[in-house]
């Protein structure tokens, strides 16, 4: 990859968002990141990155940036839970989709010709039992979805300014450094804290949902191999492994790798959840040239490990 | 249809939503409006209406209308020029997406169980060059067009709470009472408006491009009988008259209803254009028992005529 480039991570704080910033930094490259805290923590901005507080659908946060040349804007930051989008749907859609047109005017008017954008399987809603693909019907089943459907769709329209952006449609999203203090954020983070917290894991919903799993590494990886995409036209890409996992298969997966007795105790159900997706990821593989090099037993025992030692 | 409802209809001083209030009015119900003024005349809002002043995005607006037990609201209010949304996207998705999500939350707190919103066939974008059905893939060319995308989701999600929603996806709009002093929004009233006030009619595209026309009268009676849908689930239709017109066939129906001598100049483009769309209305011809009653040439006939009387 490139370095000496000047790139901006919104959500640097975040889970996805500091792992990207670490990367671009150690490649030799200057990262800003705009952050408002809420779900991430200071502590997790890599050390170098320059810090702006605030929202990104905040204008007068936006409008400090105008002073850099940015190489291309990754727009990691929003609320990024399903279920916590039905708390306050008007917030969802300025932190998802408002955020993302002043990002765009950003880029515009700072001459940044590559807007690189966090999107969400959560855009293809329930789907029939097959890998989904990137041309699949959208039926976003919580706010949150609608947000980032929103903001694909301005890219999209971004397009005709110059600016080549690529929504890239995160599967379920895992490793070290999740939060897990956040009980309504990321399956697999949930699940652990419960193990290790309580010895109890309360599963709201089936056991034969399933969904597709993708490590936190390979999902910086795919970020970065974005870059050098060499084209003028919005693209879009499943980031996902295109392995269907059940619920039970995490949570045993998970068991497995935790020396003690806990209980599993399925009820209810969560709003917006979908009951099962995975991904077909033929297009990204061609594209980016990229594939999941973690698997997900691999992926399961590293953060069991890392969140052990972090007792 | 029933009498003694009440309902809203938000943007009762606009074009569309004054029409359909007045005719609720006829039938001898209440009617309550949100309108801002921002495009539509307080002149239009028909006597009777309660008015309240402000905008459908502002929680403090709708909050007031907590203490009515609406049968249903239509909302109609939201800017409606996919070229206008390009100079203040943040603003459009307030308009036509965040007053959505507002007035959503009204219905639920108010136990409203019906909510009949006004979309457009914007949310097509470009589309291959046949009748388009509600299935097709939405492609918004507009940042007006992805509000619109934005809110039929919030309509589909809603329905988990018992309210009934019907998205009306509107075609081309016209006939009197259309706004002639804006000449960004409203193809056929703003190629009137130049014809009897310029004597020059400037067309910013191609002539070639088509459209599905749809006289207000019509419009008016499929928001009436979306009234007497019996489902519990959301639906989507397109109100149209499934014929496709081209730009020229419209000017030249223009020009044949009026005895003067008028220019005709094809000149650049309008951003977010679609070059043409047409629409399949089998679904509302059999759900709703609609068909449009008023042909092309009738309602042309008809609103040249209106608006030579206001000179």
């Known amino acids: 990859m490139n370095t000496n480039m000047t790139y901006l991570v919104t959500g640097a704080a975040g889970f996805i968002g500091s792992a990207l910033a670490k990367r671009l930094l150690i490649e030799g490259n200057k990262v800003i990141t705009i952050d408002n805290l809420s779900t991430g923590f200071e502590t997790a901005i890599p050390e170098g990155v320059e810090f702006f507080k605030g929202d990104c659908q905040d204008y007068s946060i936006v409008k400090q940036l105008e002073k850099y040349s940015f190489d291309a804007i990754f727009h990691i930051a929003g609320q990024s839970s399903g279920e916590i989008s039905f708390d306050d749907p008007v917030y969802d859609l300025q932190t998802n989709a408002q955020s993302t047109l002043l990002l765009l005017k950003l880029a515009l008017k700072t001459n940044c010709k590559k807007f690189i954008y966090a999107s969400t399987m959560s855009v293809y809603g329930d789907q029939p039992d097959h890998k989904v693909n990137e041309e699949a019907m959208l039926k976003p089943k919580s706010f949150y979805g609608v947000g980032k459907v929103a903001s694909e769709h301005y890219l999209r329209i971004y397009q005709q300014y110059g600016i080549q952006s690529t929504a890239m449609r995160l599967f379920n999203v895992y490793g070290p450094g999740q939060n897990l203090k956040n009980l309504r954020q990321g399956m697999v ?21 399933f969904r597709d799993f993708v490590y936190i590494d390979d999902i910086v990886d795919a970020f970065i191999n974005s870059l050098e995409l060499n084209t003028p036209v919005f693209k879009i890409y499943n980031v996902c492994s295109g392995i269907k996992t059940t619920i039970e298969t995490l949570i045993n997966s998970i068991l497995s790798n935790i020396q003690k007795n806990i209980n599993v105790e399925y009820s209810g159900s969560t709003p917006g959840d979908q009951f099962g997706i995975y991904g077909d990821n033929t297009l990204i593989k061609k594209d980016l040239n990229w594939s999941p090099k973690i698997s997900f037993m691999e992926g399961i025992s590293n953060m069991v490990n890392w969140a052990s030692n972090l007792k």
Do not use: E, H, P, Y
């Open 189 to 209: 983070s949930i699940f652990l804290a419960m193990a290790l917290n309580d010895k109890t894991i309360c599963v709201k919903g089936d056991k034969n949902r």
